[in-house]
């Protein structure tokens, strides 16, 4: 069986978070603006990993706390293992954090042309509430999503939901998921 682990990064693993940021966006932060995310007490960035592995990170994730607020940076999951639900691990760990946090709701830009990624955040109940015009350096839009009700006992049983639906997707691949975030 195949571990995974989510948890906090660390600057020990810049090189890796570097790595992934390269494939999966062709280097969309710089190394100096991760080592900002890693320093910064108003960051949380995750990811996710394979201990075994050499360079194990599969992938990452991160949030600002503003205020009451978690608006969510980077969600990238390495091309080679999207569909199997890290996406949605990510997504959870991120507003497991924002809750733990005491933040109350949560805002993200996402491009309009990527169905699979709004499609991941409309699962979690994420609703549009505007676009940014080209936004995207390739002239995209932004769609400007909110998710509100963060500490509400609702919101903690949809995040319990999410949990073992998540568990059980990653045992039909043989993945097992550590969380000590």
């Not at 949380?44 to 599969?58: F, M, R, T, V």
């Not at 608006?71 to 733990?100: C, F, K, N, S």
């Not at 995209?140 to 998710?147: P, Q, S, T």
């Not at 319990?160 to 568990?167: L, M, T």
């Amino acid at each position: 069986m195949t571990s995974l682990v989510l948890q906090p990064l660390t600057p020990e693993q810049l090189e890796s978070i570097l790595h992934l940021d390269q494939v999966c966006f062709g280097g969309l932060w710089s190394q100096d603006g991760y080592q900002r995310e890693l320093d910064s007490p108003n960051s949380i960035l995750l990811g996710i990993q394979k201990p075994e592995q050499p360079d194990p990170l599969l992938a990452l994730g991160c949030l600002w706390a503003i205020l009451d607020e978690a608006h969510l940076t980077i969600l990238a999951v390495h091309p080679d293992y999207r569909r199997r639900g890290l996406g949605q691990l990510m997504l959870w760990g991120l507003l497991w954090a924002a809750r733990e946090r005491q933040l109350s709701r949560a805002t993200l830009e996402v491009n309009a042309n990527n169905q699979a990624a709004r499609s991941l955040y409309e699962q979690f109940g994420f609703r549009e509430a505007g676009r940014r015009r080209g936004y995207y350096s390739n002239g995209d839009d932004a769609l400007i999503l909110w998710l509100s009700g963060l500490q509400n006992s609702n919101f903690l049983q949809k995040l319990e939901q999410w949990d073992r639906h998540i568990q059980h997707r990653m045992a039909t691949w043989g993945g097992k998921i550590l969380k000590p975030c």
